[in-house]
């Protein structure tokens, strides 16, 4: 399996909206509605920020919200604050019943 | 709450096999449904997914190491181990071992991490 392809980075000023893609396969991201997204901060262990496409577990921010087209999923990032620069990662069943991550995007506050 | 810490050597030799251990709190192996799952990345890399380990003993691996893993579980003592043989220096990375949530139908997703362990592959 392939890893899934996200862009390296994103950057966007203080307040703006910003949007990751995550591109698989029918075998994965288009296959289910298994997509999740991870925040990681430098030095710091991931976090979960969406499960199953668009579902926000207690405490994370509203500002965070996902979406999913084709083989395609996308994380949006709305009113971006300095505290969101950070590495994200998507991540998916796939068909074969494994997991595979995305290479993960460098958020960059302006 | 759900809390798991990782445990082993900080160091292997090339060609050596690794252990990890990854003890966890808050759930049970004996829960339907319960799975571990073990990811790693290499310093300033992406994160890999390894393996997973569910309540039943069904066990699943990363198809390009599949080859060199084995995950095992000791459900009386909430324990789960990774092992890897035949290390290599691009087998250097921070390994965590996480809790993953597998609602059927619904979801698949790592929802708690341990803090992680830094293993270095060399002579």
């Known amino acids: 399996q392939s890893a899934l392809t996200q862009p390296a980075s994103v950057s966007g000023s203080p307040g703006q909206t910003i949007t990751i893609s995550c591109t698989g396969t029918?075998?994965?991201?288009?296959?289910?509605?298994?997509v999740s997204w991870y925040q990681q901060h430098p030095g710091k262990v991931p976090k979960l920020m969406i499960s199953g496409v668009n579902k926000r577990p207690s405490g994370v921010s509203n500002r965070f919200s996902g979406s999913k087209s084709g083989n395609t999923a996308s994380l949006t990032i709305s009113g971006l604050q300095a505290e969101d620069e950070a590495d994200y990662y998507c991540g998916s069943h796939t068909s074969a019943d494994t997991y595979v991550f995305g290479g993960g995007t460098k958020v960059t506050v302006l | 709450q759900i809390t798991l810490k990782e445990s082993g050597p900080t160091l292997v030799k090339p060609t050596q096999t690794l252990t990890l251990s990854c003890s966890f709190s808050g759930f049970s192996l004996r829960t339907k449904g319960e799975t571990v799952g073990w990811i790693r990345q290499p310093p300033g890399k992406a994160l890999e997914w390894l393996a997973l380990?569910?309540?039943?003993?069904?066990?699943y691996y990363s198809p390009s190491l599949k080859s060199r893993l084995t995950i095992t579980k000791d459900t009386s003592k909430n324990l789960v181990f990774l092992t890897m043989i035949n290390m290599d220096p691009v087998d250097t990375a921070t390994y965590y071992c996480a809790h993953f949530v597998r609602v059927v139908g619904s979801s698949r997703y790592f929802d708690s991490w341990g803090q992680g362990t830094l293993v270095t592959v060399s002579s």
């Open positions: 029918s075998s994965d991201v288009g296959g289910y509605n298994y």
């Open positions: 380990i569910f309540w039943d003993d069904n066990k």
